[in-house]
């Protein structure tokens, strides 16, 4: 059990991403795919989603959340820095009753996306620093990639200077910043409620430092990080790769995990 502020969390789960969707997963993923195709027929806007999720990864997290999530009507589920993506509109086509809170949800595309729903998921422009909804709220909250910029993005908050701060200092800012998101995030569950969250890890993202400090020490022992894997922002992935053997690759490892509230 891993005390997060005033409340009591206890990790049910944990997986990283290893290049490829587990067998058992596929068919979970063909849904949200055969949804996202549905959607982009009615709506226009399939390209949007497609080249989000062609990366192996994002696939890979897709399916975590969905394989962690029981379906029903009436339950209550949120997707903090949900962006444009489509898990929480085919979690609201579920009968769920969804919702997806993002600091940006006013930018020309998400406006767009947003505009044409119809799949009973109300948007909301919120910080998750400073979630305005009541305790106990939500039966699940989901997060795909968005702790790692919430402890990397820091700087914003001094005015782009962080870099400058002396790295003690900076690092103590910065697990400030990703603790109270997750106190947040942890705060509008229901007791019993769960936590599913995937993230960046290494070079990229939260490293295993951070991570223990973060939900305790029982979570997985990342492999090593410098570097796993190699990517183009295209649909071609690498794994292995030295990140200087090519000119715009990035390292790139992601783990999911699954808390629940205990109190």
């Not at 949120?78 to 962006?83: A, E, N, P, R």
Request: aromatic share 14%.
């Amino acid at each position: 059990m891993k005390q997060i502020k005033q409340y009591s969390i206890q990790i049910l789960g944990q997986d990283i991403w290893t290049g490829k969707i587990k067998p058992e997963w596929g068919d979970l993923f063909n849904k949200l795919q055969a949804f996202i195709s549905d959607m982009g027929q009615r709506e226009g806007i399939i390209k949007s989603y497609w080249e989000h999720l062609q990366w192996n990864w994002k696939q890979w997290e897709n399916a975590f959340v969905m394989s962690n999530i029981v379906y029903g009507h009436g339950i209550k589920i949120v997707d903090i820095g949900c962006g444009y993506m489509p898990l929480i509109r085919y979690f609201g086509s579920r009968g769920m009753e969804a919702y997806g809170f993002d600091l940006e949800l006013d930018g020309p595309l998400s406006k767009n996306l947003y505009l044409r729903g119809g799949d009973k998921v109300l948007y909301e422009n919120q910080n998750v620093l400073e979630i305005k909804c009541q305790d106990n709220t939500f039966d699940y909250v989901i997060s795909i990639s968005t702790l790692e910029h919430i402890y990397n993005s820091s700087f914003q908050t001094f005015g782009g200077k962080l870099s400058l701060i002396f790295p003690p200092i900076r690092r103590r800012l910065q697990f400030a910043r990703l603790e109270k998101a997750f106190s947040e995030m942890v705060r509008i569950l229901k007791p019993g409620g769960k936590l599913v969250a995937t993230m960046d890890v290494g070079n990229n993202g939260i490293d295993q430092g951070v991570l223990h400090r973060l939900l305790g020490a029982d979570i997985i022992t990342l492999p090593g990080l410098d570097p796993i894997r190699s990517f183009w922002l295209s649909d071609h992935y690498y794994i292995g790769k030295n990140r200087y053997n090519t000119s715009k690759p990035r390292n790139y490892t992601a783990f999911g995990f699954v808390a629940e509230k205990i109190k």
